[in-house]
């Protein structure tokens, strides 16, 4: 397929496997490089690299999917707008599993809630015009990447002037994540795998601190086998001469300022949070997005009464730690026995982008005990 089997070449891959052994070899201590995106978490295992890096570079499994890191709390809240005999709650079909601190989305629409999947947001605004009687509301989750359509969405419906449309926001930002992980004196990392999505949008201007103030490389890379191995073999190059850069590899699609028009709708509907909790990292300033007070007439955490409470996460549940980078999936003693993709307890083995989805997916089971 072109375009495709380009990124998937055999020789291309035995090559960079030679080049990435030869720069392990020079290292002069182990290192861990965290591909902080579950997108590439799940290519990493799909493709089997890991197995192709030398013993001195270990990958370390970020908190890069976006139903991962929302806490439990949040899912009560979007229940409890669903269980309103008016509303008609739409969201990603990702969340429909994540478990709240008694119920899922799944269970209180078996339970009578109007719940619905949709695949874009503004499917959600022709849902709003054949239901006027009802009031329509999106649960709003992702980084960088799906801010943008969200926010356009909520311009359509200022200018359609579609009333019954409200938007439930659990947008988060992964600068201030990332922050937080190098701030986190229990995870020493060497250097990042950076996100790609999230770059389209941001570009690779806002990662520069990261080499700057915490001394530590960063490739923007793609999703394809030979985009993350030689996202690999340039983060190696960096650490065998001692740089510390911002490189871009996925620069086929990302550009350094970002998508301007992108990060234009994003400002003009939302500002930043002064704190957000998220699974596993706790709360972190100015990490997530609501909605300005110009658009508060689309916001449903003000048209409605929310518990708006934390939740503690299972006590045998470790997704937390998977999600700082400090334990691996098969190390919680869950994994794989009690809790799997169709009993998930952790939100970390329900969405697609989970790392404890991907190891079981793709067989990394073999737990390295």
Not at 23 to 31: H, Q
Not at 213 to 219: M, Q
Not at 255 to 281: C, D, H, M, P, Y
Request: aromatic letters at 10%.
């Amino acid at each position: 397929m072109k375009y495709v089997e380009e990124f998937r070449d055999t020789y291309k891959a035995e090559a960079l496997e030679w080049q990435i052994q030869k720069l392990g070899n020079l290292l002069k201590k182990p290192v861990k490089i965290m591909e902080v995106c579950g997108g590439h978490t799940h290519s990493i295992f799909k493709y089997g690299i890991e197995e192709l890096l030398p013993s001195t570079v270990e990958l370390i499994h970020g908190p890069g999917c976006p139903v991962c890191v929302m806490p439990k709390g949040r899912i009560d809240d979007a229940i409890c707008i669903a269980q309103n005999s008016n509303v008609i709650l739409t969201t990603f079909g990702d969340t429909m599993r994540v478990p709240g601190s008694k119920i899922n989305l799944l269970q209180a629409k078996a339970q009578g809630a109007d719940i619905r999947i949709v695949y874009s947001p503004l499917d959600c605004l022709k849902i709003a015009k054949s239901n006027p009687e009802k009031e329509v509301v999106f649960f709003a989750i992702g980084f960088e990447t799906t801010a943008p359509s969200t926010a356009f969405t909520i311009l359509q419906a200022a200018s359609e002037k579609i009333n019954n449309f409200q938007l439930f926001c659990n947008h988060v930002l992964v600068i201030p994540a990332l922050k937080a992980l190098l701030d986190n004196p229990d995870l020493q990392l060497d250097g990042f795998i950076g996100p790609g999505h999230v770059s389209m949008v941001i570009g690779t201007n806002p990662y520069e601190f990261i080499a700057q103030e915490y001394k530590k490389p960063i490739v923007i890379s793609g999703f394809e086998p030979l985009d993350i191995l030689q996202s690999i073999w340039m983060l190696l190059w960096q650490l065998v001469e001692n740089r510390c850069q911002v490189e871009n590899q996925y620069s086929r699609l990302v550009e350094t300022q970002g998508n301007q028009q992108a990060i234009q709708a994003i400002n003009q509907v939302f500002e930043v949070r002064k704190s957000f909790a998220w699974r596993g990292l706790d709360e972190i300033p100015y990490s997530a997005l609501k909605i300005r007070p110009e658009y508060a007439k689309f916001d449903a955490e003000i048209k409605f009464t929310i518990p708006n409470l934390k939740v503690a996460d299972h006590k045998a549940c470790q997704c937390g730690e998977i999600l700082k980078g400090v334990l691996k999936p098969w190390q919680c003693k869950v994994f794989g026995t009690a809790c799997t993709p169709e009993k998930p307890i952790g939100s970390c083995m329900v969405s697609s982008e989970g790392a404890c989805a991907a190891y079981y997916k793709y067989g990394a089971i073999k737990a390295k005990a």
